[in-house]
């Protein structure tokens, strides 16, 4: 379902040399496994004798009982809905082959042999096994495996097997030393459509090893734009010289998704989902990994149809509520402060060619805030005066106290050039130039003020010779909460690529790490100040009336929407799926529904907004410049996907 798929990672308890014991295991293993649901159950390399028997693999006695386990195991597979891929060393043609071995429905399905044998340190492989390239037949007949079985059929073999169900899920093997080579197999397959890769290994553990095995696997999945599935030997494996640590991992377009936690480990079943949706987008995507397959038209794969496999519902999948921001504290202040430092050099660039004097409109709010304090700290680093920068607060109809407070407050920390100009009379000029009646509380109402405030801020720059700094965040834009021409216009915006989510973080790491220590406690309580334009009357207490989520919905939600339509062009079906699991504890079906309605509808419809905002930096993965990452029509029409959404509360 949504492209999902269940991956097991089998790492059986060993016994070296015992292929009767091993074959029972490996069976109890998979039947594990399928319990548990699996598409694709992966065990080790030569997982069937053990990686260390080293000379026994010449003996006739051992090689005839990996015969038996394979029919025994192939066997066990008939009425599984699951594919197996388990490691075994088979005599082909008279050569020993260190094979990656695919079985389904009661065959072999194909056989991938290792193409580069390491033969240096403590591997002295080219004893025992010859390499895929010294194959001479792409095929072997199964009665050379299985001499008493009553029916024969060809297994393809080969480095270049990419495996295909019936239901389109591509998938190829390599093992383990091929990944550590400058050009893995795995490259190739990939080009030629492999999604997913396994790669069976028995990597002995070393100090630090394992931190390089997971860069190599992240890397691998990264380059590939592939799910890449990793399992490695476990500890009971012989000790007379090397010790194994059962390492298994999954990556996903670059970012570890699983891994066993144990640094020494074995007999074990893990079980995880990965979305090869997110692979199909990135293909689709990026045009350079499809330019990439030109290099490789010349190489010779083979296509190898398998029975469809039944796709995961994905509940193994880890679905995170904020996908901008790291679940993880110290990794979030990093981004936090990564991401301030990324907006200040980009706004310090701006201000260094256009005379290094700013005007930017201060409410007290988040947004504005942390656009503050990208243009105090851009202004210092270029070793100017605090007062180059002239902070313009205009409060009017829906200012409260707190909000003006805490603007004048923290401009006054800042060392700024401060200007309090009331529009409360403007406006209400403009609403008799109009004929719009000031009691009547409406869109006209509300923009008014902010174009005002805006046209204030314009005049301004001409008065104290400074660009205007936009304070509009990446979620206001994909919502078009802006007024065009009004605060959706400035001549940088600075937060134009931070979504709403990760603002209020990016201002609670500022203050954590003390970065504007005299403005500590007003930051703070920005902080904790709910998010509004304050365009309507406060309430009778004096506090804030018009709150921004109450009207167009929790912005965790709609960053969320934002990350999956943007990133990654999800279908709303599957969008609503991940946000009903995402935000479970928090939001219902018929709220997760409504939301995603509107962010459509808004998406849509507030384009020609997007069409022409001003330059700001890109921060992230997503952005929505139509200079950069996003080119839409203005008059597109939302149509079919409200119309999937509206099927999703049926």
């Given at each position: 379902m949504f492209d999902f798929v269940r991956i097991s990672c089998c790492v059986p308890k060993v016994a070296v040399a015992n292929t009767e014991k091993n074959t029972r295991d490996i069976i109890k293993k998979i039947k594990e496994a399928e319990a548990a649901k699996s598409n694709f159950i992966v065990f080790p390399e030569l997982c069937i004798t053990g990686y260390t028997c080293g000379d026994l693999f010449f003996q006739e006695r051992l090689m005839s009982g990996v015969n038996k386990a394979l029919f025994k195991i192939a066997s066990a597979t008939e009425n599984s809905e699951a594919v197996v891929v388990l490691g075994a060393p088979l005599n082909i043609a008279g050569q020993l082959y260190n094979c990656s071995v695919v079985l389904a429905k009661g065959k072999i399905i194909g056989i991938v042999p290792k193409t580069f044998i390491p033969n240096y340190n403590e591997f002295y492989e080219k004893r025992w096994f010859s390499s895929a390239e010294d194959l001479t037949e792409p095929y072997m007949n199964s009665k050379n495996l299985f001499p008493e079985?009553?029916?024969?059929?060809?297994?393809?073999?080969?480095?270049?097997?990419?495996?295909?169900?019936?239901?389109?899920?591509?998938?190829?093997?390599?093992?383990?030393?091929?990944?550590?080579?400058?050009?893995?197999?795995?490259?190739?397959?990939?080009?030629?459509?492999?999604?997913?890769?396994?790669?069976?290994?028995?990597?002995?553990?070393?100090?630090?090893?394992?931190?390089?095995?997971?860069?190599?696997?992240?890397?691998?999945?990264?380059?590939?734009?592939?799910?890449?599935?990793?399992?490695?030997?476990?500890?009971?494996?012989?000790?007379?010289?090397?010790?194994?640590?059962?390492?298994?991992?999954?990556?996903?377009?670059?970012?570890?998704?699983?891994?066993?936690?144990?640094?020494?480990?074995?007999?074990?079943?893990?079980?995880?989902?990965?979305?090869?949706?997110?692979?199909?987008?990135?293909?689709?995507?990026?045009?350079?990994?499809?330019?990439?397959?030109?290099?490789?038209?010349?190489?010779?794969?083979?296509?190898?149809?398998?029975?469809?496999?039944?796709?995961?519902?994905?509940?193994?999948?880890?679905?995170?509520?904020?996908?901008?921001?790291?679940?993880?504290?110290?990794?979030?202040?990093?981004?936090?402060?990564?991401?301030?430092?990324?907006?200040?050099?980009?706004?310090?660039?701006?201000?260094?060619?256009?005379?290094?004097?700013?005007?930017?409109?201060?409410?007290?709010?988040?947004?504005?805030?942390?656009?503050?304090l990208v243009t105090s700290a851009a202004v210092k680093q270029l070793g100017l005066p605090p007062t180059n920068i002239c902070a313009v607060t205009m409060p009017c109809f829906g200012t409260t106290d707190r909000t003006f407070h805490n603007a004048v407050a923290l401009m006054e920390s800042l060392g700024v050039t401060m200007k309090n100009i009331s529009i409360k009379e403007a406006c209400i000029q403009h609403f008799k130039?109009?004929?719009?009646?000031?009691?009547?509380?409406?869109?006209?109402?509300?923009?008014?003020?902010?174009?005002?405030?805006?046209?204030?801020?314009?005049?301004?720059?001409?008065?104290?010779?400074?660009?205007?700094?936009?304070?509009?965040?990446?979620?206001?834009?994909?919502?078009?909460?802006?007024?065009?021409?009004?605060?959706?216009?400035?001549?940088?915006?600075?937060?134009?690529?931070?979504?709403?989510?990760?603002?209020?973080?990016?201002?609670?790491?500022?203050?954590?790490?003390?970065?504007?220590?005299?403005?500590?406690?007003?930051?703070?309580?920005?902080?904790?100040?709910?998010?509004?334009?304050?365009?309507?009357?406060?309430?009778?207490?004096?506090?804030?009336?018009?709150?921004?989520?109450?009207?167009?919905?929790?912005?965790?939600?709609?960053?969320?929407?934002?990350?999956?339509?943007?990133?990654?062009?999800?279908?709303?079906?599957?969008?609503?799926?991940?946000?009903?699991?995402?935000f479970a504890e928090i939001y219902d079906k018929a709220t997760v529904l409504k939301w995603l309605k509107t962010f459509y509808k808004r998406f849509f419809t507030q384009q020609f907004k997007r069409s022409c905002m001003p330059d700001g930096v890109k921060i992230g993965s997503v952005c929505l410049s139509p200079r950069g990452d996003w080119r839409m029509p203005s008059d597109a029409e939302s149509t079919i996907w409200i119309n999937e959404v509206e099927t999703l509360g049926e």
């Open positions: 079985n009553d029916y024969s059929y060809d297994i393809p073999l080969g480095s270049s097997l990419i495996f295909e169900t019936e239901n389109g899920i591509k998938f190829g093997a390599e093992i383990c030393e091929d990944l550590w080579m400058p050009v893995p197999p795995c490259i190739g397959l990939a080009l030629h459509g492999a999604e997913l890769i396994f790669n069976l290994s028995a990597s002995n553990e070393t100090i630090g090893k394992r931190t390089y095995r997971r860069d190599m696997v992240k890397q691998q999945s990264s380059k590939c734009y592939c799910a890449y599935a990793y399992v490695s030997c476990g500890t009971d494996e012989s000790t007379t010289d090397l010790i194994f640590s059962g390492h298994s991992l999954v990556a996903e377009n670059g970012t570890i998704t699983f891994e066993n936690k144990k640094f020494l480990d074995t007999d074990y079943v893990l079980t995880t989902d990965v979305d090869l949706g997110k692979i199909k987008a990135d293909r689709l995507k990026y045009k350079s990994y499809k330019d990439a397959t030109s290099l490789y038209q010349g190489d010779s794969v083979k296509f190898v149809k398998l029975p469809a496999v039944t796709e995961s519902d994905g509940m193994l999948y880890e679905v995170r509520k904020h996908p901008f921001i790291p679940s993880e504290k110290k990794a979030r202040i990093e981004r936090c402060l990564n991401i301030f430092e990324m907006q200040t050099q980009a706004l310090k660039k701006r201000l260094a060619i256009t005379g290094g004097r700013a005007v930017i409109g201060v409410s007290g709010g988040l947004d504005s805030t942390l656009a503050l130039d109009i004929g719009h009646d000031i009691n009547v509380h409406d869109i006209t109402y509300e923009n008014v003020q902010a174009r005002e405030r805006t046209q204030v801020l314009m005049d301004m720059s001409n008065e104290f010779g400074g660009i205007v700094v936009g304070t509009g965040d990446l979620s206001e834009l994909a919502l078009g909460w802006c007024t065009y021409c009004g605060d959706q216009m400035s001549m940088y915006g600075v937060n134009a690529g931070v979504p709403k989510t990760l603002v209020r973080w990016m201002i609670n790491s500022l203050t954590e790490n003390n970065v504007f220590p005299e403005s500590t406690e007003i930051l703070k309580d920005v902080a904790d100040t709910p998010i509004s334009p304050e365009l309507l009357p406060p309430d009778a207490e004096g506090k804030i009336a018009q709150k921004t989520e109450d009207v167009v919905g929790p912005y965790e939600l709609h960053d969320f929407f934002l990350y999956y339509v943007l990133r990654y062009g999800f279908s709303p079906a599957k969008i609503y799926c991940l946000a009903n699991r995402a």
